[in-house]
């Protein structure tokens, strides 16, 4: 379960104060596949970063699985990420002088697994994302929907225990879209964690979603 | 007066440094190390000042960034730290060619004496000075509370003092190495000097036998704790943990048994070892026999864990966290056992073969 | 999935980076290739210089004694050999005459040196640097009759049984015939060595018969060398010692003051790449924040980042200094085309004198560590820049 009390977030760009978050408490259980809504600038990618420990709050407590990680020092919120994360981004953040492999692998490397068990894992995933005959092209060579199945497969790697989708269909058409969906239901059949922001409503999605958050101005609304 | 030949007296007319490649290699490394030194020195304290493992404000964020810096140029001086010291010997031994009279490091050190002494004894100090804070450094990132934060970033500050305080003293005598005639080891410790009481006690056996039972004593020590924690399990139970009267003690009688060692050295184990009994050179002993460099080594590392190991586990907040720490901190002593036990095998076999 | 395994991938992920990078790694990589070079190239020929002195040594005697008349080294009077000999340790004190003869080699004006020897009291015959390639050595009733270096006997395209001639300053001439060619063990020796009788020296020189060059002094043991200088300084006025030991130091001295004049230019040179180096290292660019932003967030750690940056330093700085050293000794073996006249100083008036090159496993092992360590060092600081890159910001833009 991930908790989060009264947290808040704040951004200074220059000299004024941006309040990204503001005041807001969640609790998420463990198998839950939870949609962030709310228009641009809501504060939804925001609480997507603090969940997957890539950014800190200003104020509040946040706790994983009975474990207060507000306070913990980078090397162990990196830890975390690692182990229990899984990253889908917007614009799909493949790095483009790598294969498609090695950009899902890409995880893996510092923690020592080897390259043909990389690959094997990676291989894995991307036939299941039926990709897995552009798992020699670099990353610039796909196509957008490509891009983004690939960073689907690079979120899995590690087999987290949470999934962390900011916005996953947005730059893709709608075969891709269905191919993330289904690869997203497999993953909800498993009991995985899964939190999903839109901007907009997702029809394709609605039947997974057991609960929607609104968030407005920062604000749970 | 014995004439000079005529390129040593142009030399005598005016000050000048001495450059060769050594010279210029450790010169350089000494200044990375000066500003290793001094921006570490300067970020830990203002770390140290600052830091509230508490606080949600950006600037505790920053400054846990600035914590990578000092680990990252801290681990960087370290590894430089440790080519530093065989280089600056080898550098010392360079200029032997260049100093009128020096036939070994004596007289390279007899050319600028105390400074090159104080110089050479930092070499050895700096480096476990830098292995005690990454030993600490390595057992505070094991926990999310990191116990030791405020204590490892203090501890910078008395290091990167002395780190300029040490390449202020290597430039100096780089810079005014007087270009004159010097006394070397022959001059020092061959000539019999029997109007001096000291010479008597130069070729006693006495310090040879000191050394070993202090040497015993800290292995016996290290065994006795040894066991305690593995009948404990390694739950890290152990009366001496937070004790500073026990690291304060600890680390006089190591630094005592390291100067017996020393004292060892010149008394007994040089003319013993280079064969030549009025030869008490401890420069000499290093270059011509080169397994004293292993043995002596081999007891300069096993002595400094030991040391560290004290200085960690009496640290204030270690009673809280030992369990995470127990086992690492066992490694620690198991090493500096081995390394004690090796050094003094090496030694043993050499004496024997000696006498 | 060890930890090694894991610092490995980082090692192999950075060899990658630079790969991908290979402008920027070219902008440190060039140049510092080019101050290796310059630093092992100089490195090795002055150890050439040191060995080929350290090897003279061993056939030089332990105390040469001379004459001062005037403030200058003149005749010394043979009467001092006995009194000489009393001297506790001394063990045979050889007389010896020699000059410098000018020889025009093309446009170019060089020395050699004529000595003669005192054949029937040549003392250390097992020492000698002149091991005979063809021919015999002189013996003692031989007149008119020379042994030549190597070096010597190809500027007079002279061999065995040729006659040469030879002239001094004065206009003194004489003719000698070639009755053996010593090898170059010592190129000091070989290139510079025309060996006679003592007789025809001090014929050819204007000598008396009771009057020679210098006194070669051989003690019972080398280690009584100095103690036996002293003695001598203090009980003859107007004469110069010279030890063995400072007339090799004179030697490597000579080339050693040149070399510091390379060292300082060459300071400067390592000073700049290092500022270069840092330059480099320290601009990160946007696509690369970009990817280190995406790294940190699919779970990298800081350290890692760090880590893998630091290994591109390494990567860079090991490359380029065997890279370097490689050029530098293929240049020293040339004979530093270009700056050779320079590099040999005094040496040059010998003819023909090959620049000495000697490669050995601390020159190489220091080169190292002046390639790797101030480069590595320096990338800390870049490397930690890069490491702290917020991956939230990164990925944001």
Known sequence: MIKFDNITKSYRSGKVKIKALDDVSLAIKQGEFVLLNGPSGSGKTTFLNITGCLTRITSGRIWLADREISHFPDHFLSAIRREKFGFIFQQFNLISGYTTWENVSIPLLPMGVSDKMRKKRAMNLLEELNLETRADFYANELSGGEQQRAAVARALINDPEIILADEPLSNIDSENAKTVIAVLEKLKTKGKTIIISFHDSQPLITKLIDRTVYFDSGRIS | MFPLPLWERVRVRGIQMIINNLIVTYLVCSFISLFIGLVAAFNGFYVWKKWDINSQADEQYLLEKRVYLLITILSVGFFLRLLMAPLWFFTMHSMIISIPGAMCLAGVHNANAPLSYIASALKLVLPALYGYWLILNFLDRQSEIQPFMKQKLLFIAPVGILILLEAIIDTSFFFSNPPRQVSCCTSLFDVPRENIPSMVSQSTWIWVIVFYMLILFILLTILYLFIIQKRSEYSGHGWWFENKMVMVSETLVTTFAFAVFILALHTKISPLFLGLPFHHCIFCLCQEVWDTLIFFVMIFIGLTLFIIYFWVVCSENYKNVNPIFSNNMVKLLKWSGFMLAGGLAVLSIHMVIAV | ?397
């Open chain 3, 1 to 397: 999935m060890s930890k090694i395994a894991g610092h490995s991938n980082l090692l192999i992920m950075a060899y990658q980076n630079l790969i991908r990078y290979r402008g920027k790694s070219l902008a440190i990589l060039i140049p510092l290739i080019t101050v290796m070079a310059a630093a092992s190239f100089m490195m090795f020929t002055r150890g050439g210089f040191v060995k080929d002195a350290q090897i003279a040594k061993q056939f030089l005697p332990d105390v040469t004694v001379q004459a001062i008349e005037a403030g200058r080294v003149g005749k010394i009077s043979l009467g001092l050999i006995k009194k000489i000999e009393d001297i506790p340790h001394v063990k045979k004190v050889v007389a010896r005459t020699w000059g410098y003869l000018p020889l025009k080699i093309g446009s170019v004006d060089t020395a050699y040196t004529l000595m003669g020897l005192d054949i029937d009291n040549l003392f250390v015959s097992s020492k000698l640097p002149w091991a005979i390639e063809k021919g015999a050595f002189l013996t003692a009733e031989d007149r008119r009759k020379a042994v030549l270096g190597q070096g010597v006997a190809l500027s007079f395209n002279a061999d065995v049984g040729d006659k040469i001639q030879i002239k001094d300053t004065l206009g003194n001439k004489g003719e000698f015939e070639v009755v053996g060619i010593f090898n170059n063990t010592v190129q000091i020796y070989s290139t510079d060595l025309i060996l006679v009788s003592i007789d025809d020296a001090r014929g050819f020189f204007n000598y008396s018969k009771d009057e020679a060059s210098d006194l070669l002094v051989y003690a019972d043991n080398p280690e009584n060398a100095d103690l036996i200088a002293r003695e001598i300084a203090g009980r003859f006025r107007n004469i110069r010692v010279l030890t063995g030991k400072s007339l090799t130091d004179l030697v490597t001295e000579a080339f050693g003051r040149r070399g510091g004049t390379f060292q300082a230019m060459w300071l400067i040179l390592l000073v700049t790449v290092l500022l270069l180096v840092w330059a480099q290292s320290a601009h990160i660019s946007v696509d690369m924040s970009r990817e280190i932003g995406i790294l940190k967030a699919v779970g990298w750690q800081t350290g890692e980042i760090i880590e893998m940056k630091m290994m591109e330093s390494l990567i860079l700085s090991i490359g380029g200094t065997s890279a370097g050293i490689l050029a530098g000794f293929v240049y020293a073996l040339m004979g530093t085309p270009g700056i050779s006249g320079y590099c040999l100083g005094c040496a040059s008036i010998y003819p023909k004198f090959p620049v000495p090159v000697n490669c050995d496993f601390s020159s190489v092992a220091l080169l190292f560590i002046l390639g790797i360590l101030p480069i590595t060092a320096i990338s800390a600081i870049p490397a930690w820049l890069a490491g702290i890159v917020d991956p939230d910001d990164t990925i944001r833009r």
